[in-house]
């Protein structure tokens, strides 16, 4: 099975000395990482109907300074956790990181690091275990980790 994991990071700081990061996916606290989910981000467009013309007047380089943007996107985290018989794991997830924006890194992409808003659902699957889904409202693009020496541009 392939490693997921993911680090959030709170403090700027912090992200870029690479610490005080919360780590989910580390089999010693039996939180598992199931899935990311990385949704594609939506072209901001902008187009025009003339009268008399056919078709639309796609206008959306020269509006938005000659390049392209683009909305946010949408990370989907599915994480577990077994013998949470007393609802700890829901507290945590809330306590850590519901309605924070944060950066994070997604452990099968450790070059780059993305920056949104998260909220955090939980439900209780049996007595001892419960999943979660962190969402995340993402800036469209993952941004490089800075290296010494290494230049690295954003991405899609």
Known sequence: MKH??????????????????LVLDTVQEGIHCASAEIGVPEPRTYQVDVPGRNGLLDASESVFGGALSFKNREIKINLWTEFDTDNHFQSFLLNKLHGKKMRFVIGDDPSYYWVGRLTVETAKVSLAITEAV???????????????????EKSL
């Open 4 to 21: 997921i994991g993911v680090e959030f990071y709170e403090n700027t700081n912090d992200f870029f000395e690479r610490r005080e990061a």
């Open 134 to 152: 962190i969402t995340a409202d993402c800036e469209p693009f993952k941004y490089p980790i800075p290296m010494p020496g290494v230049e690295a």
